[in-house]
């Protein structure tokens, strides 16, 4: 194996560290609860500690790869994250555990962009890119089944520090295979100023936005704090554009949205990521309180859909190549969306058998876009690799936190005005909360048929030169 396919090994290793802690947590959450005497408060941010500092700073990961360079980036991610991780599962103390989950994710936000960024740099043939691209993509999504299952073994099997000191030992394996087989030239814009305002407008539109879709469930959406957290990010947001627009050497030249591609590839993204983390999260309980399986067997449960997304991921290239993106992608949300709603038939003599095509569908559809992390990257200029992999995380975590409250909201309304047992109105709820998940995801068929569609002509492509930013 050349050493550029034991860079994408280094590069799939730390990915999958970062995916993991996004879910591992969850399951072992009231064993920490009980060993430590956490406060209900201090349980709730043990977890959004780590995605409110992740999604928070993603773009700045992203441009500080581009500025520093993707090699020294991924190094001083790694580092942080697997430190972090250590200091996490020695905690004593909820302040402790808290502070460490925080500084986690920080290494994940320079870590998760730089990883694809790195991909685009070590793969220059669009083929062979594309087919690293869906090996990566594949780690991720075995990171959702594996995180669950392993959080519930390890907590009820060993000391629960265990799902997070496990990334020291992976994290310094990760390092010595990257420091042996990661070879990247140093940025063309290695050097460059940052664009300070653009970075702490966006940083800070991002930290409103994750912290009100954390926290608005429990706090009410109309509290003055949430609301309030709303409009400073609407506030920030708006400072970020009016920035990028008016500065000479911007984050993220502002013409790429006029691109269909890049937009339209965003907002299908954003759409698989909303069924995926909300579907998710909600299935998991519907597995827990209807079906009675424990946390261990309900994270086992996903293990089919995980594989078949993961060996579908890796063979979404090809069929890319073949039928063309915009439809590979297309039917990808189509069957996930079919999928949503044959769970939505799920009743309470149910069995897992009954779910298990559904799960496959759902795991066969949402492998299938694959492609679209390499046609947003296609266009976005090399020396811009970062930043666009920071663009295109920040739509997937926050259409994913979108997904878990905006259902959330459905199916708490939805359970407080229907009659009759505990476990009828939950059912009614989620089944008419699929319902609506299926309508929006195959939202994203005609936006990828639209989109993702190729140019006209292949001298089109030639014709049309790649946006570039601004300096």
Known sequence: MTGRWWALVAVSLATFMTYLDNNVVNVALPTIQRDLGLTMSGLEWIVSAYILVFAGLLLVGGRLADLVGTRTMFFAGLAVFTLASVAAGLAGNQEALIAARAVQGVGAALLTPTSLALLAAVFPDPRERATAVGVWSAVGALALAVGPLTGGFLSENADWGWIFLLNGPVGVVTAVLGWRSIRVPRSATAGAGLDLPGLAAST??????????????????????????????????????????????????????????????????????????????????????????????????????????????????????????????????????????????????????????????????????????????DTMPTERAGVASGVLNVSREVFGLLGVTILGAILSARQSAATGTALHRFLDAYQFTLLIAAVIVIVGVPVSLFSLRARRAAAAVAAEPVPETVG
């Open 204 to 377: 800070v539109a991002l930290f409103a936005l994750t912290y009100a879709l954390i926290e608005g469930e429990s706090r009410g959406w109309t509290s003055g704090l949430i609301l309030g957290a709303f409009a400073v990010a609407a506030l920030a947001a708006v400072a970020f554009l009016v920035v990028e627009a008016r500065t000479a050497k911007p984050m993220i030249d502002l013409t790429l949205f006029r691109e269909r591609i890049f937009s339209g590839g965003l907002l299908s993204m954003g759409l698989w990521a909303f069924g995926v983390f909300g579907i998710y999260f909600y299935t998991a309980l519907y597995l827990q309180s209807a079906l009675g399986f424990t946390p261990i067997q309900a994270g086992a449960g996903f293990v089919p859909m995980a594989l078949l997304m993961a060996i579908v991921a890796t063979m979404s290239p090809r069929l890319a190549e073949r039928f063309g993106s915009a439809l590979t992608v297309a039917t990808g949300l189509a069957l996930m969306a079919v999928a949503i709603g044959g769970l939505s038939r799920v009743g309470e003599s149910s069995a897992y058998l009954d779910l298990l095509p559904w799960f496959l569908i759902y795991g066969a559809g949402a492998g299938m876009l694959v492609p679209l992390t390499s046609l947003v990257l």
